[in-house]
């Protein structure tokens, strides 16, 4: 099976983790076998895009065997692990920039603002790999879901007795918009509403971590636009 950039990003970290934990002494009992498995992926992955395998050590028992002599510290050891991933990683992240966060457009022309920002923000996440581009989408997806949820709730959703949601307050606007336009049991109202609370949560989390990566600001774009779309489907067919 071919690797996406964005598993082999996954299976590069896996890979490294379980070398660190090795290294530091806080490995698992499936850390061996789950290494080779991964390494293997990793590898044939990594060759199918010309790139070299970072980690030559084809086994835990051969890592635990050359540690030792590159380092004498967990630290320096963290260090020589990081050392080797970091250009691969580079590799794969602007392979999966270079895809792009799928996204199909809006299905009209009435959301013209929306689709822009939303244009704007995928090309600022293939801009470059740094922690203030990553923070800097998970803010432009903040921005995105306030401002959906400001166009697509209505003052007559809201349930008899609620206080009125305020303007920035995106994730109960677009959770009482959804029982309003999505309809549907009280399981899909529930699935709906994790849905808004993931897609807040990753751009959250994404704004304010300071060791955001390029998944995390890839998933906080394909769940933004996600929404986005969603709604507008819903909006239209109610209309």
Not at 34 to 63: C, T, V
């Amino acid at each position: 099976m071919t690797r996406t950039p964005v598993e082999l990003l996954q299976l590069l970290d896996a890979v490294a983790n379980d070398l660190r934990a090795i290294a530091t002494g806080t490995s698992s009992a499936q850390a061996p076998e789950r290494y080779q498995d991964n390494r293997e992926e990793l590898d044939e992955g990594l060759a199918a895009h010309g790139i070299p395998s970072p980690f030559p050590w084809k086994d835990l028992a051969q890592w635990r065997g050359a540690y030792p002599s590159i380092s004498k510290t967990y630290e320096g050891r963290r260090e020589h692990i990081e050392a080797r991933a970091a250009p691969v990683r580079k590799q794969l992240e602007r392979l999966a920039a270079g895809a792009g966060p799928s996204d199909s457009g809006p299905a009209s022309p009435d959301w013209p603002e929306l689709a822009s920002r939303i244009t704007e923000l995928r090309q600022e996440l293939t801009s470059s790999p740094t922690l203030d581009v990553y923070q800097d989408v998970g803010r432009r997806a903040r921005e995105i879901l306030i401002e959906l949820g400001q166009l697509v709730y209505r003052p007559e959703m809201l349930p008899v007795g609620a206080e009125t949601p305020q303007e920035a307050n995106a994730k109960a606007r677009l959770d009482y918009a959804a029982t309003a336009l999505m309809g549907g049991s009280g399981s899909v109202r529930k699935d709906w509403r994790r849905l808004i609370n993931a897609a807040w949560d990753l751009q959250q989390s994404l704004t304010h971590s300071g060791s955001a990566d390029f998944i995390s600001a890839f998933a906080a774009v394909q769940a933004t636009m996600l929404l986005v779309w969603c709604f507008e489907q819903a909006v239209r067919k109610c209309d």
